[in-house]
């Protein structure tokens, strides 16, 4: 059972260490992309402050799709090397923008987002989606996020059955 409660009171870091204990315990014994992907941008969005938009996005036919999120109505598609998740798939690294009105061919999905944090799922080489979180606060997501986040996807690319998408 998830108590939100549980995390009021921990510092950054043991918050961040205890998402991702609850995120191995949700994926146990489940490995359906929808239902885990579901889960996982809901586990984000009820413990990370100052979100306007968790989800991802899934490598399908060359461009990315949207797939599960928490948030406002998203773009439905995205080429590669377009925007702050294309460039995230293009360059194969993790994308944290502190303010995307400053970064060039950013897609604007959400009007009130001003910092975005990308990162790529990569398994064996191969691109699968992105994780895309978003904030209406300039220069949101820190270093500490963007190491917690990369296990987060780790976690999830270790513990998902991917062939199924």
């Not at 996982?40 to 989800?55: C, F, H, V």
């Not at 798939?89 to 995307?100: G, L, P």
């Not at 191969?126 to 986040?149: A, M």
């Amino acid at each position: 059972m998830f108590i939100l409660e549980d995390f009021k009171g921990l510092t950054e870091e043991q918050k961040y260490e205890n998402m991702l204990l609850f995120l191995k315990g949700q994926l146990l014994g489940e490995k359906d992309v929808i239902a885990n992907l579901s889960n996982a941008s809901s586990i984000i969005m009820s413990l990370t402050d100052n979100l306007n938009w968790a989800g991802f996005y899934l490598m399908k036919d060359g461009e990315l799709v949207l797939g599960p999120f928490q948030g406002m109505p998203a773009c439905n598609r995205i080429k590669i090397g377009k925007g702050v998740c294309g460039g995230a798939v293009s360059s194969r690294q993790i994308q944290r923008v502190n303010d995307v009105h400053k970064f060039e061919g950013h897609i604007a999905c959400d009007s009130l987002t001003n910092s975005e944090l990308v990162v790529p799922i990569i398994k064996e080489d191969k691109v699968l989606g992105v994780l895309d979180l978003d904030s209406i606060e300039f220069g949101r997501f820190t270093e500490l996020e963007e190491k917690y986040f990369k296990k987060f996807v780790q976690i999830l690319i270790e513990n998902i059955d991917w062939s199924c998408n």
